[in-house]
């Protein structure tokens, strides 16, 4: 049986326990952990039960999204609703061309909000022809159309993305 010296715990002190403890004390401290989702200070941590009401808020959020194949919608709590989408217009032996569909989410327009219609890309379309987009929302708020006119080239001669134009609408969601 060895016997325990003076020299030997101060060897077990310096090489054992003195490097684990000088090791922990740079690592966090517990008291610096928040289970709260408000604190802003720098040095806290996120106490790991605020994942769920992390995720909580993220599903909700989530939940809000509404996608169709004609766009997306986005549905804040307070009523206002964004929503966004690319129609294709029609191939046609015209100067106008315009696509009807059913919004992801049936709206309300008021005075403020209106629906806006833009052209992707001017593409190929000749430099004296020019290309003007619009757009309207009928049917209580459930429809949508939107179209491309341009003043002196038929759009058969436009490829698919010549076509294409992005629509925006705001406002109420139902």
Same mark, same amino acid.
């Given at each position: ?12 002190? &310096?090489?054992?326990? +003195? !490097?684990?403890?000088?090791? $922990?004390?740079? #690592?966090?401290?517990? =008291? ?66 315009? &696509?009807?569909?059913? +919004? !992801?989410?049936?709206?309300? $327009?008021?005075? #403020?909000?209106?629906? =806006? ?58």
């Amino acid at each position: 049986m060895k016997v325990i010296t003076t020299n030997r715990l101060n060897r077990f002190w &310096k090489n054992g326990v +003195l !490097p684990i403890k000088n090791a $922990l004390a740079t #690592k966090l401290n517990t =008291s610096s952990v928040v289970n709260n989702l408000l604190t802003t200070a720098a040095g806290y941590a996120l106490d790991a039960r605020q994942g769920k009401a992390l995720d909580d808020k993220i599903t909700a959020l989530n939940g809000n999204i509404v996608n169709s194949s004609t766009g997306t919608a986005i549905k804040y709590g307070n009523g206002l609703v964004l929503e966004f989408g690319q129609i294709v217009c029609p191939n046609t032996n015209n100067y106008v061309a315009q &696509k009807e569909f059913t +919004l !992801p989410v049936a709206i309300v $327009l008021t005075k #403020k909000y209106s629906i =806006s219609v833009t052209k992707k890309s001017m593409g190929n379309i000749g430099a004296a022809t020019r290309a003007t987009t619009f757009g309207e929302v009928y049917n209580n708020g459930v429809t949508g159309f939107v179209g491309l006119q341009t003043d002196a080239q038929d759009l058969n001669t436009l490829s698919d993305s010549n076509r294409t134009v992005s629509w925006f609408l705001v406002g109420f969601w139902k």
